[in-house]
């Protein structure tokens, strides 16, 4: 146990890390001799191997990372003569003695960034007339431009939200990390529960539960089109046996499940059918409705393949030519073969998390999707158990106050709450604290509720009417 | 059940919560021969609660029914006995994100208070994490040990009865995350420090005043945390509502016809109704300042 802990501190090859300089995040993986680029400079990965997670580096000539310092965290000196106000600093352009060559020939020198900082200052005739916190605030713009230490951290859903809240929010649909953290609250995803995740957020969402899982019970991933999008999930650089409690289904089969057509060994045909046709020889299985549509998703590459493959059938002249078009045919052969194994796997995970939500007994829904919220809370709702919470996010208001709308008019649910949460940074300095920035709107909205049994027979409860009209509710209030 | 696990049906020594409507709940323990008394009647546990499954209605015996549900973390929050001023799941989503608690962390907090954020802590860390809090209040301490112990969650947590200021958390060099909620989490900052695992790790201090929050930074700055953050999130829940406006009336003429087809009834009384969001007229509009930080390497 302590063994396999002080492995997980280290940096290894093939990890998944995060590259951090100030507050910009880059999530990486660390591989020998590539190149990659970050925060526009070059870089290589090489130097960080076998260094402590939590470690920062400066960027050296040539891209590679030099070994941290000790104490990098050191004030430029001469900061101790201050002015009181700026009533004699006037903006003539020229308080920069330095010119714009001189900088670059002193970056050209290989002068660390802290050196060209402490030159600038010396240099900034009106710096000694500005106040301690104009000083202040000169450096630490002058430290972010020149400054050039980056650290490399351990992924985690914490850093990788704000990394893709920062750098594409439009990928995963404006979800802003606080809300990210209402969900999976709002959610109790917590270890050994079974949960049904439905993201169109690259896989964040899913990193995410899958995070506060550890491991534990199970998560399956509903998914449009052909595969499930995982790019911000690996990105995380969950350990094998993570994946082993990870289930797929695709979301165009959720209809056939529910009403029981769902047949997996017509799956099974139909993928033998359609390794036939790559390999050449015309199969005459009959087709349904069902393995059409999979093909138009998944049977693309086998159609394409199987095109050429006949005309090397035809050709026997040439023998060059012909051994020529044979290795090509056996190449061809292996990757159907490839093809087929895969395809194997695939329906193999999909009979897996088909009967995993047959049994209607998952323990939450979590739904983030850049689709219309209600049609899949209305399907996916009905494999989860009663008393179980869900999530629904949605980046508008309006289609959550119509899910809310259908969902009260279906039943089933209780606890409904729309809501937003707003966060805001603070700036925290002697004699300097306020506010730094409102962030609001672009968080997106949370639909969450709790499921309960539905009701078999119409009884007139008391509760019966969450939603009042307006006007007679403190009425009601009295009387209940 | 547990607050750790679910279970599916209801057995004797369970916590249920017996939800009445959204804003009127309880938490009750099913026992055998137990009745428990609310405003649609009596349950009997033996019949009405043992062997249910959670979720289910239960009819009381005035005809009135109420759910029964699984307890969460989120819903204790919401019915637990208040012994001081708690967290709630806003503020406790966050923490628990920004510390990035995941099962096998290991987190030391003080004060525990009413357990609202244990729950939530403990919840999360199951089943190989452990969770270290201290609360100075002798009786609070042992509350929150009786709780945890009828919660089945015990085995997760360590309460101790003491000074964090001064005594710090009893253990060192162990914790993957620190969380201080008190009223001078400054002079707690080296015993947060001592705490946290060698290599590193991350701490959160809630506090309501800013004057607080000033010097928790300044200490936390002195004591080499780095990546000094203070957030607030604020909740805004939205009420679903159908609202209908009146529709002016012009009198008759021409243009009479085109008027909205969505419109009901006629003359002095046509109204529009539309689906909308009303914000309640009281909302929290402040619980406290986030402060958090890394113990970093170097």
Redesign the interface.
């Given at each position: 146990m302590e063994k396999i802990s002080v492995d997980q501190r280290t940096i290894k090859e093939g990890d998944y890390v995060v590259l951090q300089r100030e507050n910009v995040f880059k999530a990486v993986q660390v591989q020998i001799k590539r190149k990659i680029i970050f925060e526009k400079q070059w870089l290589y990965l090489d130097s960080v191997i076998g260094q402590l997670y939590g470690t920062s580096f400066e960027v050296a000539a040539g891209g590679t990372l030099q070994a941290p310092k000790q104490n990098p965290e050191k004030n430029p000196k001469g900061t101790k003569e201050a002015g009181m106000d700026n009533r004699n600093i006037v903006d003539d352009g020229r308080s920069q003695k330095l010119t714009r060559d001189d900088i670059e020939t002193l970056k050209e020198q290989g002068l660390k960034g802290q050196e060209i900082v402490q030159q600038l200052i010396e240099n900034s005739s009106t710096f000694r007339d500005k106040t301690e916190f104009a000083q202040e605030k000169y450096i630490k713009k002058k430290k972010k431009k020149y400054d050039n230490t980056i650290t490399v951290l351990k992924p985690s859903a914490r850093i990788l939200a704000l990394m893709y809240h920062g750098r594409e929010p439009g990928k995963i649909c404006y979800l802003r990390y606080d809300t990210l953290a209402q969900m999976l609250t709002l959610g109790n995803i917590h270890a050994g529960s079974k949960i049904i995740v439905f993201d169109t957020c690259a896989g964040l969402v899913l990193g995410a539960v899958m995070e506060r899982m550890g491991g534990y019970g199970s998560v399956i991933q509903m998914y449009p089109g052909g595969e499930p999008v995982r790019a911000a999930t690996d990105s995380f650089g969950f350990p094998e046996h993570f994946y082993k409690t990870l289930h797929e289904f695709p979301l165009c089969k959720v209809n056939s499940l529910l009403d029981g057509t769902l047949c997996l060994d017509e799956d099974q045909k139909e993928a033998v059918s359609t390794v036939d046709e790559s390999n050449g020889t015309t199969s005459n299985a009959p087709q349904d409705s069902v393995q059409k549509t999979e093909e138009e998703v998944e049977g693309k590459g086998d159609s394409a393949q199987a095109a050429p493959e006949e005309d090397s059938m035809e050709v026997t002249s040439e023998l060059p030519k012909d051994r020529e078009k044979e290795e090509r045919a056996a190449r061809r052969e292996n990757k159907a073969q490839e093809k087929k194994v895969k395809q194997e796997e695939k329906r193999k995970k999909h009979k897996e998390a088909a009967a995993l939500l047959q049994e209607r007994n998952a323990d939450g829904l979590v739904i983030a999707s850049r689709f219309h919220p209600t049609p899949l809370v209305l399907s996916l709702l009905k494999f989860v158990a009663p008393s179980r919470p869900f999530v629904i996010y949605c980046q508008h208001k309006e289609p959550l106050i119509e899910c809310h709308t259908k969902l009260r008019e279906r039943g089933g649910v209780i606890s409904l709450r729309l809501s937003e949460t707003w966060l805001r940074h603070y700036q925290v300095l002697p004699n300097r604290t306020h506010p730094m920035l409102l962030m609001s709107g672009g968080g997106g909205y949370i639909l969450s509720g709790m499921t309960v049994a539905m009701d078999t027979a119409t009884s007139s409860g008391p509760q019966q009417t969450e939603e009042p009209a307006p006007k007679r509710q403190k009425l009601q209030d009295t009387e209940t | 059940m547990s607050f750790?696990?679910?279970g599916?049906y209801i057995r004797e020594g369970d916590i249920a919560i017996v939800?009445?409507?959204?804003e009127?709940m309880f938490p009750v323990k099913a026992q055998h021969g137990t009745q428990t008394q609310t405003?649609?009647g009596v349950i009997r546990h033996s019949s009405d609660l043992i062997g249910k499954?959670?979720?289910?209605?239960v009819?009381c015996s005035k005809g009135?029914?109420v759910?029964?549900?699984?307890p969460?973390?989120?819903l204790w929050t919401q019915n637990l006995p208040h012994r001081t001023q708690i967290l709630y799941?806003?503020d406790?989503?966050?923490i628990?994100?920004?510390l990035?608690l995941?099962?096998?962390s290991v987190v030391c907090e003080s004060g525990t208070g009413s357990g609202s954020l244990s729950h939530?802590i403990i919840?999360?860390i199951?089943?190989?994490g452990h969770l270290y809090t201290v609360e100075f209040h002798e009786q609070r301490a042992e509350k929150a040990a009786e709780e945890f112990r009828e919660h089945k969650v015990a085995h997760l947590a360590t309460v101790k009865n003491q000074d964090v200021c001064k005594e710090g958390f009893g253990v060192v060099g162990v914790a993957d995350a620190v969380f201080l909620d008190i009223p001078s989490p400054w002079e707690a900052i080296g015993h947060a420090k001592a705490a946290i695992k060698e290599?590193?790790g991350r701490m959160c201090s809630f506090s309501p005043c800013?004057e607080q929050?000033?010097r928790t930074?300044?200490a936390m700055h002195e004591f080499g945390f780095k990546e000094?953050?203070?957030?607030?999130?604020?909740?805004?829940?939205?009420?679903?509502?159908?609202?209908s406006l009146q529709l002016p009336d012009f009198g008759e003429g021409d243009s009479a016809a085109e008027r909205d087809p969505k419109e009901t009834g006629s003359g002095q009384q046509a109204t529009a109704v539309c689906?909308?969001?009303v914000t309640p007229r009281g909302m929290a509009g402040h619980t406290g300042?986030l402060?958090f930080a890394?113990k970093?390497?170097?």
């Open positions: - | 750790v696990e679910y599916e939800f009445l409507g959204h009127s405003k649609y499954r959670f979720g289910s209605k009819t009135g029914w759910y029964v549900l699984h969460t973390p989120e799941s806003t406790i989503s966050m628990t994100m920004m990035e995941k099962p096998g939530a919840r999360t199951a089943p190989t290599e590193g800013i929050v000033q930074c300044l000094i953050t203070t957030l607030e999130v604020l909740l805004r829940v939205y009420d679903v509502r159908s609202v689906k909308s969001c300042y402060t890394t970093s390497l170097f």
